[in-house]
Nanobody, 126 residues
Framework: EVQLVESGGGLVQAGGSLRLTCVVSGFTLDDYAILWFRQAPGQEREGVSCISVADDGSTYYQDSLQGRFTISRDNVKNTVSLQMDTLKPEDTAVYFC??????????????????WGQGTQVTVSS
């Protein structure tokens, strides 16, 4: 059974940091792209960052987030992490990780991913 479980969310003041972790099971992490996306109340899902399959290992970020967020993969621990620094109130959302094999042009689109976790809440206070 494919499972993705997120953790690491919480309440933090603006300027602070959080590290989200996605633990995956039921499939070989090397063979899938992993996307972190977020959804705020009343907003559409928004791709945050993704890392492609292991042979490539390329990383992608939403343009406005590059420099503050860093994605990484640990194939031994079967985890993908998202380090979030200099957080802003507008980063408040539920953050999800997702696994899939999208084409490169759609790698940041959550709808192109077949398996999602349950999400973890991130709240940034001003």
């Amino acid at each position: 059974e494919v499972q993705l479980v997120e953790s690491g969310g919480g309440l933090v003041q603006a300027g602070g940091s959080l590290r989200l972790t996605c633990v995956v099971s039921g499939f070989t992490l090397d063979d899938y792209a992993i996307l972190w996306f977020r959804q705020a109340p009343g907003q559409e899902r928004e791709g945050v960052s993704c890392i492609s399959v292991a042979d490539d290992g390329s990383t992608y970020y939403q343009d406005s987030l590059q420099g503050r967020f860093t994605i990484s993969r640990d194939n031994v621990k079967n985890t993908v992490s998202l380090q979030m620094d200099t957080l802003k109130p507008e980063d408040t959302a539920v953050y999800f990780c997702a696994a899939g094999r999208p084409i490169l042009s759609a790698i940041r689109d959550p709808n192109m991913y077949t398996n999602w976790g349950q999400g973890t809440q991130v709240t940034v206070s001003s």
